[in-house]
């Protein structure tokens, strides 16, 4: 066991090392064998690694929601990446964490559930997964998303407009954008060219781009002769692509989601969301996301 606390617990391969906070299960740490941390370290611009988004993605109207005639109040992202997790299993490659309904999360969210986040390292891949159970007697509504945040730039001396997202499919369907924190109803070309996203901070200007209709399950990040992270998904149908609008910060999240902000109008049930996943009583939904530290590609 390497690097173990109450509040945390590092994992190694000897090619890729990894921190896990029990505070929101949340990555803190990606450190490849030269020693280089490949995730952002939470700066004035973000104070944020990446959280975990639980029971919402992006959003509500108002911060509000109504359910069985009842509103209740929940703000952007859910409460998941602010409530500590208690550990499960911790070893050298791997951990586990849980987080469970109590009083205070049903005055929030009135479910019973179950999310257990399980870490793996392998060589030079990391691999989370999510584990989410309906522990009550009624069909559950949730969204579940990753966000974590990138170095941008890779390399100090490689400029951020020496990047790319490079998807693993043509990605030709419209997108969204991100108004006061909400979906827009407005959509716009997709900005990715042969499978390419060439990166510039002015993309962002008027927040996340989000990809609702998304065709690739994977999507490789990198810059001119930098290693290459390629971030790969499986059960989430959506991808949010984030930095500080202005570039204030030295980041860029890629973030696979199951859901996403409510739509510019919406007020309606949390039943009704659009992006929800309804679980029956008693089910569970799981998914992953990992993230791989690859060589220089020839070309890049």
Not at 119 to 143: H, I, S
Not at 158 to 168: C, D, G, Q, T, Y
Request: proline share 8%.
């Amino acid at each position: 066991m390497t690097g173990t606390t109450e509040d945390r617990h590092s994992l190694s391969s000897g090619r890729l090392s990894a921190t896990i906070q029990a505070k929101g299960a949340e990555l803190s740490s990606l450190r490849g064998a030269d020693g280089r941390d490949y995730l952002w370290q939470a700066g004035p611009a973000w104070p944020r690694h990446s959280p975990v988004l639980f029971p919402i993605v992006g959003r509500l109207a108002e911060d509000r929601y109504t359910h069985a005639g009842q509103t209740y109040r929940l703000t952007q992202h859910g409460f998941a990446r602010d409530l500590p997790f208690t550990w499960l299993s911790r070893s050298e490659a791997a951990c586990a964490l849980v987080l469970e309904d109590d009083a205070e999360s049903r005055a929030l969210y009135p479910y019973r559930f179950r999310l257990v986040l399980s870490y793996e390292l392998a060589g030079t891949t990391l691999t989370l997964r999510y584990t989410l159970t309906n522990k009550g007697d009624d069909p559950m509504p949730a969204a579940l998303g990753a966000h974590p945040a990138f170095a941008w730039p890779i390399l100090p001396d490689v400029p951020k407009e020496e990047h790319e997202l490079r998807f693993a499919r043509a990605e030709q369907a419209p997108i969204h954008g991100v108004a006061n924190g909400l979906l827009t109803a407005a959509v716009h070309p997709s900005p990715v060219e042969d499978r390419v996203l060439p990166l510039r901070t002015e993309l962002f200007d008027a927040d996340a781009l989000v990809f609702t209709s998304l065709e690739s399950r994977s999507v490789r990040f990198s810059g001119r002769g930098t290693p290459v992270l390629e971030v790969a998904w499986e059960g989430f149908e959506q991808l949010g692509v984030w930095t500080k609008p202005g570039g204030s910060g030295d980041f860029l999240c890629i973030e696979p989601w199951h859901g996403y902000a409510s739509p510019e109008g919406f007020t309606g049930d949390l039943l009704e969301k659009p992006g929800m996943m309804i679980l029956p009583p008693g089910t569970e939904r799981e998914m992953q996301w990992s993230v791989s530290l690859l060589p220089a590609e020839c070309g890049t």
